[in-house]
C-alpha cells in the first residue's frame, strides 16, 4: 500500500514569507509526527498528533510554527515569517495507535526548506 | 519527559567486523525501543524494534539487547558490509502516550 507522503518535496522562499508543508500518513495510522533535520544533525521533534486527543507542541520552537490535522488524517505544518534557521528538511512520520501491535514509525520522504 | 542518549556519533568499522552501537534512556515507563537507519539523503527506515518484555531480537545480522535495570539498549551488527554505512537512530516511547524520542544519531562507515 502507499506509505507517507510528503509535498511539496522541495521549498525555496524568501526570508519573511509563509510556507504550508503537508503530510499525507498511511490510511489507518491514527498516529502522526513532524520532525525537523538540519543537515548532518538528528531528529529533531516538533509535534505529535493521536486520534483526537489535543496535540503535543511541546517540540515546537516558538509561535512561528503551528501544525494541524484537521479531520485526523492529512497534517498541515504552518511555519510564518519564515527565517534562514528554519532551513532544514521537514519529515512526518506516522504509526499504529498506541494499543495496536506495531508502533514503528514510518517517515515519508521529507520536505526539503530553504529559506533565502 | 523522555530523554535518549546515544553513543558513539561516529563509529568506523573494516568490513567484514561487527559495529555496536549504545543508547541509554531516562523514562522507566518506556518500553518501546526501535532503531532507524538513514542512508545519505533518504528519509529514515525502521529496521528493527524490540519491547520490553524482551531481552535481546535478532534478524539475520542485526541484533538489539535491552537491559530495562540498567535502561540501555544496543543495536549490534555482525559482519558489517559497505552497504551497512548509514546513520543509525536509536528512540524510545512509551506504549500509553505513544510519544517517541529519538538520539542523536550514529554515522556508521564500513570501510571495504
Known amino acids: 500500500g502507499a506509505g507517507v507522503s510528503q509535498s511539496p518535496s522541495n521549498k525555496v522562499t524568501e526570508k519573511g514569507k509563509d510556507v504550508e508543508l503537508r503530510c499525507d500518513p498511511i490510511s489507518g495510522h491514527t498516529a502522526l509526527y513532524w520532525y525537523r533535520q538540519s543537515l548532518g544533525q538528528g531528529l529533531e521533534f516538533l509535534i505529535y498528533?493521536?486520534?483526537?486527543?489535543?496535540?503535543?507542541k511541546s517540540g515546537l520552537p516558538n509561535d512561528r510554527f503551528s501544525a494541524e490535522r484537521p479531520e485526523g488524517s492529512i497534517s498541515t505544518l504552518t511555519i510564518q515569517r519564515t527565517q534562514q534557521e528554519d532551513s532544514a528538511v521537514y519529515l512526518c512520520?506516522?504509526?499504529?495507535?498506541?494499543?495496536?501491535?506495531?508502533?514503528?514509525?514510518?517517515f515519508g520522504p521529507g520536505t526539503r526548506l530553504t529559506v533565502t | 519527559g523522555e530523554n535518549v542518549e546515544q553513543h558513539p556519533s561516529t563509529l568506523s568499522v573494516q568490513e567484514g567486523d561487527s559495529a555496536v552501537i549504545k543508547c541509554t534512556y531516562s523514562d522507566s515507563a518506556s518500553n518501546y525501543f526501535p532503531w532507524y537507519k538513514q542512508e545519505l539523503g533518504k528519509r529514515p527506515q525502521l529496521i528493527i524494534d524490540i519491547r520490553s518484555n524482551v531481552g535481546e531480537k535478532k534478524d539475520q545480522r542485526i541484533a538489539v539487547t535491552l537491559n530495562k535495570t540498567a535502561k540501555h539498549f544496543s543495536l549490534h551488527i555482525t559482519e558489517t558490509q559497505p552497504e551497512d554505512s548509514a546513520v543509525y537512530f536509536c528512540?524510545?516511547?512509551?506504549?500509553?502516550?505513544?510519544?517517541?524520542?529519538f538520539g542523536a544519531g550514529t554515522r556508521l562507515t564500513v570501510k571495504p
Open positions: 512520520a506516522s504509526s499504529l495507535d498506541g494499543s495496536a501491535g506495531d508502533l514503528g514509525q514510518y
Open positions: 528512540a524510545a516511547s512509551s506504549r500509553n502516550n505513544n510519544d517517541m524520542r
Open positions: 498528533f493521536q486520534g483526537n486527543s489535543a496535540p503535543d
